[in-house]
């Protein structure tokens, strides 16, 4: 049975960078790593030295960087995974958009090493390559744990609790981190809005990190609840005591926050930005705005109308089972199997 090392290298960096959110990355690669466990395939988590068939490098840092390159050297199986496209840099490091040209470059280099470059939404082969990275191109979703994101009304009711919140209100939640890019100055705009809405209350999970901005710098916290970071094992309560899941977000690879939203039954409302374009249908799967105004209007009409945020919430679910992490663990099962018996990737 095929084997594969999947190389994150965030616990080597959390000595240097004391991080309480490891992203989409941290949370979902353990979770796919299991179900590759379960197919059979034999994974090393974070052990480049070990024996294996399939380098799986999920980050362009620079240690994984050196690894990719021996494995070019060397002829041996490599897929590097496109999480991070270098515009994602921009509002979200400190100086992203100075040093967006450098990562841009160095990016292209990284992935240029790979025998398959993998992306979790169409978009990240339309982006590198117009950045100048060749492929082969392969589009696997990051995936959801379905038995993971499940609504639990209970835990909705401790979220609510720690935040101060009663059960009469009615929350509209977002979940990523404090930075320009995710969108909190729409966020905040938008609840402003809708302040004459006293039946509804606007609440942003997360903070901001080392070496990146805080949106609150800039944009004042209006009347929004930032309750800050809540644990992994804690997030399914903020999705489970939502009324709607607002993703207003300028540029992402795939939102794996909107994903498990999707999967705990919420239903959302997300920004009109290219990398859902071929995979997320607007008045299917969700509702799309293109700007505060619009984001505004159709939050109220999910809020005024059950029978609309029903079908969005069905909608998401069927979002999400089409995003079934068990279903990106066989695509990348028969995708190492590929590699390791040489056989070509298009």
């Not at 049975?1 to 004391?18: A, G, N, Q, R």
């Not at 979790?120 to 959801?144: C, E, H, M, Q």
């Not at 609840?225 to 899941?245: K, N, R």
């Not at 999910?302 to 990106?328: C, F, N, P, V, Y």
């Amino acid at each position: 049975m095929v084997s594969v090392c999947m190389l994150t290298e965030l616990d080597s960096y959390k000595k240097l960078i004391p991080y309480k959110n490891p992203g989409g990355m941290g949370t979902n690669a353990p979770m796919v790593a299991r179900e590759l466990e379960k197919l059979g395939c034999r994974v090393l988590f974070n052990q480049p030295r070990g024996d294996y068939d399939v380098l799986h490098v999920h980050s362009p840092l620079p240690n994984s960087f050196m690894w990719a390159l021996r494995r070019k050297i060397s002829h041996k199986p490599l897929v590097v995974h496109g999480r991070h496209l270098p515009e994602l840099i921009k509002g979200g490091f400190v100086g992203g958009d100075l040093f967006y040209p450098l990562v841009r470059r160095y990016s292209v280099m990284f992935y240029n090493l790979g025998d398959v470059v993998l992306g979790a939404t169409p978009y990240v082969a339309k982006a590198l390559s117009r950045d100048g990275v060749k492929g082969p191109f392969r589009t696997i979703p990051n995936g959801i744990s379905r038995e993971t994101f499940v609504r639990d009304e209970t835990s909705g009711q401790r979220f609510r609790e720690r935040i101060g919140v009663g059960k009469d209100v009615r929350l509209v939640i977002t979940v990523g981190l404090r930075i320009p890019r995710k969108g909190v100055d729409t966020f905040v705009n938008v609840a402003s809005k809708l302040k004459h809405r006293h039946d509804v209350r606007f609440v942003w999970v997360g903070a901001s990190e080392a070496l990146l901005e805080d949106a609150l710098d800039d944009t004042p916290p209006g009347n929004v609840l930032f309750p800050g970071h809540v644990p992994f094992e804690e997030i399914v309560g903020a999705y489970s005591a939502a009324e709607v899941f607002m993703f207003p977000t300028k540029a992402e690879s795939y939102g794996n926050v909107m994903l498990e939203a999707a999967s705990c039954e919420c239903p959302l409302l997300i920004r009109n930005i290219p990398v859902y374009e071929d995979w997320v249908v607007d008045g299917k799967h969700c509702m799309k705005a293109s700007s505060d105004d619009d984001f505004a209007t159709k939050l109220e009409m999910l809020l005024d109308d059950d029978s609309l945020r029903s079908r969005m919430a069905d909608g998401a679910q069927e979002l999400a089972d089409e995003h079934d992490i068990r279903k990106t663990s066989k695509m990348l099962m028969e995708l190492y199997e590929e590699l390791a018996e040489g056989r070509m990737v298009g």
